[in-house]
């Protein structure tokens, strides 16, 4: 990490390419159908009544809407899904910078990481024990290609790639790229977060810096 760091020191952007460079399948990484009633609920409205919270280390907690986010200025990039099983995939993403996000939130001056609280429990059965989470640190927060994705290849999330929102990191492995976001926590440390590691996989062996 901080051999790659220091290569990364002036935040240079991941590849990105060509729509003729589009994948003809992007495969579904991860969970493909939250169990949990509320996110059912939310499915079944078509995400109308969804709320993006924003808490912890902020100055400003936030509640936003999909509606909310997607009139934000967006980025829309072509970039490379690697995945940790070995196969890789691109695709065309768009969606609200995580950095505007942030700065509406106001991050207090402890703040360290970025947790994502997700609707998908990989964990089995329906309380929070196995609820997906991810982490990332603000150097990768505040990055330009980081963001709260809400279309792939020009069409709204579909729920098997992560709807209504998710994480694209750019520079990492895709068990980094959360799905099924419903709460962005700031935080100072990751030893109360799960088992203490930083993230779900994390918490079961996996590296927490998974660039690439």
Not at 117 to 127: E, I, Q, R, V
Not at 193 to 200: A, M, Y
């Amino acid at each position: 990490m901080g051999s790659q760091r220091l290569l990364l020191e002036g935040q240079p952007l991941a590849p990105e390419f060509k729509p003729s460079d589009l994948s003809p399948i992007f495969r579904a990484n991860g969970s493909t159908m939250p169990a949990s009633p509320h996110y059912q609920d939310l499915m079944a409205s078509g995400f109308a009544d969804y709320r993006l919270v924003v808490d912890g280390l902020v100055g400003q907690p936030l509640s936003l809407s999909l509606a909310q986010l997607k009139a934000m200025p967006a980025r829309t990039q072509i970039t490379r899904h690697d995945c940790v099983e070995g196969w890789s995939a691109i695709g065309q993403w768009t969606g609200a910078p995580l950095a505007r996000v942030l700065a509406l939130a106001r991050p207090l001056a402890p703040a360290r990481y970025v947790v994502f609280h997700c609707a998908d429990n990989l964990g089995g059965g329906l309380d929070e024990s196995g609820l997906y989470y991810e982490s990332i640190d603000l150097f990768d927060a505040f990055h330009p290609q980081t963001i709260l994705a809400w279309a792939l290849n020009g069409q709204p999330l579909e729920v098997s790639h992560g709807a209504p929102l998710r994480l694209r990191v750019e520079r990492q492995l895709g068990y980094k790229q959360a799905k099924y976001i419903m709460r962005i926590e700031l935080a100072n440390r990751m030893d109360q977060l799960g088992r203490g590691k930083g993230g779900f996989w994390e918490d079961r062996g996996y590296a927490w810096y998974a660039g690439i």
